[in-house]
């Protein structure tokens, strides 16, 4: 099985914190990138199992969860600079 994302809220401060709960995931691949393209790490016509941190070695399901690109698929320079520093630093690694 490979359905399953695992959100650090350290890289990802919009993961789901409840069962359900809305959410907003970042990546680091380039925004010209088409829906599954070859090289692609993610396949959004599946379906993922989502688990996220809660604290250091605790992890809670949230729920099954249909990832999809965002319209535009990007933030702006402003939203960019409200993300906190291990978001920024995590894409200059990436």
């Known amino acids: 099985m490979n359905d399953f994302m695992y959100l650090n809220p350290d890289f990802q ?15 680091v691949e380039p925004a010209d990138l088409q829906v599954n393209p070859p090289d692609s790490k993610i396949d959004f016509s599946q379906m993922k199992r989502v688990f996220s941190r809660m604290k250091p070695n605790e992890w809670r399901f949230v729920g099954i969860y249909r990832i999809k690109p965002a319209d535009p698929p990007y933030l702006t320079a402003e939203e960019w600079k409200l993300q906190g520093t291990n978001v920024r630093l995590y894409d200059s690694v990436a």
């Open 13 to 27: 401060p919009i993961a789901p914190r409840i069962l359900g709960g809305g959410a907003l995931w970042i990546d």
